[in-house]
């Protein structure tokens, strides 16, 4: 586990390269090993600019790691561009990768594709909040303790939010909701 830049002082640029860097390629390989599509380069890019980024919004009085602190700032930043890279190219990917050439393979890729679209429109209609305690509990594989940490909550605040997340999203991506216009939250 890598070391933590300490939580009473802003880090500098090198700091945060030195402390955050493995850590975000890690993150980026994460996210290119679950999706095919992205480009390694890119999100380890997107990382670091993220993370240098927050140092400025940084509060070392609060007590909360810098590593912390950016894991969840910078992980949706990094999924944020997955979703700005359009379904046009992750579907091209797709079929490339998997070699669809017959119909039925091509129609499964794209039924795919659309699901992953409607559960990403469907992340967007939730809270922030929410939105963090899904990326630590199921992305960064927190526990519901370091999820309640790092989000500075109670531990029963991180579940409910969380299981309140995963209704609203359940009630969002239903076959009645699916058959209500696509903006609606």
């Not at 090198?14 to 090993?33: F, N, P, S």
């Not at 999924?79 to 579907?91: C, E, H, N």
Request: charged letters at 30%; proline letters at 4%.
């Amino acid at each position: 586990m890598p070391h933590d830049v300490p939580a009473l002082e802003k880090p500098s640029s090198e700091a945060v390269l030195k402390q955050c860097g493995a850590w975000i390629y890690r993150a980026a390989r994460r996210i290119r090993d679950r999706m095919p599509w992205a480009d390694l380069d890119e999100l380890v890019q997107q990382g670091i600019m993220i993370a240098l980024e927050q140092r400025e919004r940084y509060a070392p009085e609060r007590g909360v790691p810098f590593l912390a602190f950016i894991k969840p700032r910078v992980f949706g930043a990094m999924i944020d561009l997955m979703r700005t890279a359009g379904a046009a190219s992750r579907t091209a990917a797709s079929f490339s990768e998997l070699g669809a050439e017959d119909e039925e393979s091509a129609l499964e890729i794209i039924i795919r594709q659309e699901d992953i679209e409607r559960i990403s429109q469907a992340v967007d209609c939730l809270k922030a909040e929410e939105k963090t305690a899904l990326a630590l509990f199921y992305l960064e594989e927190l526990t519901n303790k370091e999820v309640a940490i790092a989000m500075a909550i109670d531990e029963s605040r991180a579940t409910r939010l969380r299981q309140r997340a995963i209704r609203r999203l359940a009630d969002i991506v239903s076959p009645a909701a699916a058959s209500r216009a696509r903006n609606d939250c």
